[in-house]
């Protein structure tokens, strides 16, 4: 398919309505906690599920085959009151690649800041431009922020309405006295992933996340060679942010997200580019250089 039908079969999808984004799978996990209900942990899984797969998050409609596919893990370490729950929530969000049963990686994150206020069968509210809940918040702030990531694997820069609300969200929590909202708490949390990915300086996070995928991964299946050079350019990008800002969140979640991807499309790639993607890959993500030695193995 040509990059013209490619972007105007997008471009449809976009303009026909609106309708549920995304397909969420959530589990949560108590088996930290002894001794009290696991009813609770049930009611809270459905009403998230809810909450994350029922709403409609943007003004576009949907088909689903369409939606797209997350996960939500909340692994509850503690609960220090009977609606006060303190846990780590994996996020992760995948994506199709063209003309292939495979789905590739965007995004995958553990947030350990998470505290949640869970009044069993209570209604779940988010509104936009108030601070209701942190749960909902949370929620809503990676609704939107995995949204727009996968917009910006399709279109360069297209997540920006998404990442827009996100923000709002993050500036309308920094009233509040729950973590993983501000600057000074960590450089690992939900504003530095925002931040990371909005910044100019760090454009290159962003043009990976459309070049590798639409120009790199899609076109594999027409034209293996010609996608896997496109993906080693990619590298390039993410070379030059770690030359400029070394440590970025979003940085290594790139890394974390696609190692194993890396090592198997550069695995199958001529001698030159094999050498080029792993000296790339060992200055972008240095303390995994003997998992991508394992790409000269092959």
């Known amino acids: 398919m040509s990059k013209f039908l490619l972007t105007a079969l997008f471009a449809l999808i976009l303009l026909t309505g609106k309708g549920q984004e995304l397909l969420c799978n959530v589990e949560v996990n108590s088996q930290q906690v002894q001794g009290s209900d696991r009813r609770v942990y ?12 029922n709403r409609a998050w943007t003004n576009f409609d949907y088909k689903q085959n369409e939606r797209i596919e997350c996960s939500i893990l909340i692994n509850v370490t503690d609960r220090p009151a009977s609606n006060l729950f303190k846990c780590d929530m994996t996020i992760a969000v995948r994506r199709p690649v063209f003309n292939s049963s495979y789905n590739t990686v965007l995004f995958n994150f553990i947030d350990r800041d998470v505290e949640i206020n869970y ?4 209604p779940m509210t988010f509104n936009t431009g108030m601070f209701d809940e942190n749960l909902t918040s949370i929620l809503a702030f990676y609704a939107y922020f995995l949204i727009g990531l996968d917009f910006d694997s399709f279109v360069m820069e297209g997540g920006d309405p998404y990442y827009e609300e996100a923000l709002n969200i993050v500036n309308l929590a920094q009233n509040t006295d729950y973590k993983g909202w501000k600057s000074m708490e960590s450089n690992k949390n939900r504003y530095w992933l925002l931040e990371n990915i909005t910044n100019p300086s760090y454009n290159g996070l962003r043009r990976f996340y459309y070049e590798y995928h639409l120009k790199g991964l899609d076109i594999m299946y027409d034209n293996a060679d010609g996608g896997k050079k496109a993906m080693l350019q990619t590298l390039k990008y993410l070379q030059e942010v770690k030359k400029a800002r070394p440590g970025l969140v979003m940085l290594q979640v790139i890394s974390d997200s696609k190692r194993d991807e890396f090592v198997n499309v550069f695995s199958e790639a001529t001698s030159a580019e094999k050498t080029e993607a792993v000296n790339l890959l060992k200055e972008i993500d240095p303390s995994n250089t003997m998992t991508y030695q394992k790409i000269l193995q092959k």
């Open 42 to 53: 049930e009611t809270m899984r459905n009403a998230i599920y809810d909450f994350m797969n």
């Open 119 to 122: 009044i069993e069968n209570q």
